[in-house]
């Protein structure tokens, strides 16, 4: 019986189909900790390759978007080049591949470590108070309104003798927007003055009637209230400082009151940037650029008319200061306010637009809360090593050296009588230390990251430079002006004859 048992088992046991017979156990076979870790390098690796290669792109795009060819093609070579080492020295088999990315990685990481680090500005932090005032008639925008054979020209070159022969340098020029200057243009140069006058019109509003009656705020709340107004009648941004003496010219220069001491007891200012387009900077010194000053003086000067016929409709006083009627220097305001620094080229440098705007001021009795002044000593820093708009500079007007010592204030000071000539051989407020400034760049993502590196790390600052000056070039060229900006002036007689056939 068991033999019998045991042959039928052996029978039923061979008569099961294949197909139902019992699979084996799986055997997983774990891998080894250098196969894991070969693995996580290779997808770290691949990911940075992929985000240096979105970013690259990205800043080609933008750059296209600038106008900025010479970029565009740097961030393109670079597109296609830098993200390969990552991507195919993790994706190709070669002899030691984990080996490459690792210390690819490894250097990676050091590379941004040591450019992120906040290294402190070797900028030394410096009383920068000035300790004399400005006498407005000594300025280059007074001295060209002097009129040869007046008892007024005669006077000033008797007191001021050394202004004389720089000043006959510049009469002998064509002069500011005149026929004859290297960059005339009758449409472009129309436009400008068409700004201009506009701005001079403005002048009846910069002062007037105070209302008898008083409406009283909370100093904190108005400030918001006049900074907001501000910001949507079209400033770029807004501050308040209390007025210095040192704010204030000494005497008038310009207008009907040419010659005066300035009176002004208000107890605070009120700064407001304006943003001038970089599409018309970048044609600096050609006449866009020129266009774009007025516009800007014109939309500042407005809204700071605004802002005082407001604040004097609220009972307090208050007066506009906007080009051509100043009685206050509007940089030196604007840097108190909390708005920038003044940087090498003598012009206020904002943190997002740099030198590329225009300024007004308002100065008042309304009560209000100052902005607290932190100066930026990345922005001196990088002055201080960029030095591009010095050599851009076509008058050689702008100081390639280091802050000077002068009237107690170290700072830089630029020759405003070399620049003036130029601008009246040349015909426009040439703009050329505006348009190469590394700060003028466009405030969007691609810059304002850049900006962050600025500020945060004195090592991140010199590279910066070395930067810009591989994707924008160390003196960039004007770039070609606009179509539409492209006219020709027709001969008279032909115009005539044309109308005449028709």
């Known amino acids: ?153 005669e006077q000033y070159y008797r007191e001021n003798p050394q202004n004389l022969e720089p000043d006959d340098r510049f009469r002998a020029e064509p002069g500011l927007l005149k026929k004859g200057s290297s960059s005339y243009s009758p449409f472009s140069f129309s436009a400008a003055n068409a700004s201009f006058a506009a701005v001079r019109r403005l002048h009846e509003l910069i002062d007037g009637a105070v209302a008898s009656e008083q409406i009283a705020a909370e100093p904190r709340a108005m400030t918001a209230f006049v900074k907001k107004w501000a910001q949507k009648l079209g400033a770029r941004a807004v501050g308040v400082t209390h007025l210095q003496d040192y704010h204030k010219y000494t005497t008038v220069g310009r207008g009907d009151d040419y010659g005066s001491q300035v009176q002004l007891d208000h107890s605070f200012a009120i700064a407001v940037t304006v943003e001038m387009d970089k599409n018309m900077i970048d044609r600096a010194p050609f006449g866009p650029v020129v266009m774009e000053s007025a516009q800007q003086y014109l939309v500042s000067g407005t809204i700071a008319v605004q802002l005082a016929e407001c604040i004097r409709a609220l009972g307090y006083a208050a007066r506009a200061h906007i080009d051509g009627n100043y009685r206050v220097v509007c940089p030196l305001v604007a840097r108190d306010a909390g708005l920038g620094e003044i940087g090498r080229m003598g012009l206020l440098m904002t943190p997002d637009l740099g030198p590329r705007v225009r300024i007004a001021v308002v100065t008042t009795d309304l009560p209000l809360v100052a902005d607290e002044r932190y100066p930026e000593r990345s922005m001196i820093d990088f002055c201080v090593e960029c030095k591009k708009c010095a050599e851009a500079c076509p008058g050689d007007a702008i100081p390639s050296g280091d802050r000077e010592t002068i009237d107690g204030v170290k700072r830089w000071q630029i020759d405003q009588e070399e620049c003036y000539i130029l601008w009246s051989k040349i015909g426009t407020d040439c703009g050329r230390c505006v348009k190469v400034c590394p700060y003028s760049h466009p405030d969007n993502l691609l810059h304002s990251l850049v900006r962050r590196g600025v500020r945060n790390s004195a090592l991140f600052r010199k590279l910066a430079i070395k930067l810009d000056d591989v994707f924008y070039g160390r003196i960039p060229p004007p770039l070609d002006l606009p179509q539409w900006m492209k006219l020709e002036p027709k001969d008279q007689h032909m115009v005539d004859d044309t109308e005449k056939a028709v």
């Open 1 to 153: 019986m068991n033999g019998l048992s045991e042959i039928w088992s052996v029978s039923a046991a061979s008569a099961v189909p294949e197909a139902y017979s019992i699979p084996h156990r799986a055997v997983i076979v774990p891998l080894s900790e250098g196969t894991l870790l070969a693995g996580t390098i290779s997808s770290i690796s691949v990911a940075i390759g992929i985000v240096l290669l979105l970013l690259l792109v990205y800043g080609a795009i933008q750059s296209h978007r600038e106008g900025e060819s010479r970029a565009a093609t740097v961030f393109w070579l670079l597109a296609v080049s830098l993200p390969l080492p990552y991507i195919l020295g993790a994706l190709l088999e070669f002899d030691n591949a984990t080996a490459f990315s690792t210390i690819l990685l490894v250097l990676s990481v050091v590379a941004v470590a040591v450019l992120a680090w906040p290294l402190r500005s070797s900028a030394k932090l410096v009383d920068d108070t000035p300790t004399s005032r400005i006498d407005e008639r000594d300025i280059m925008f007074a001295r060209k309104l002097l009129e040869v054979g007046t008892e007024r020209f």
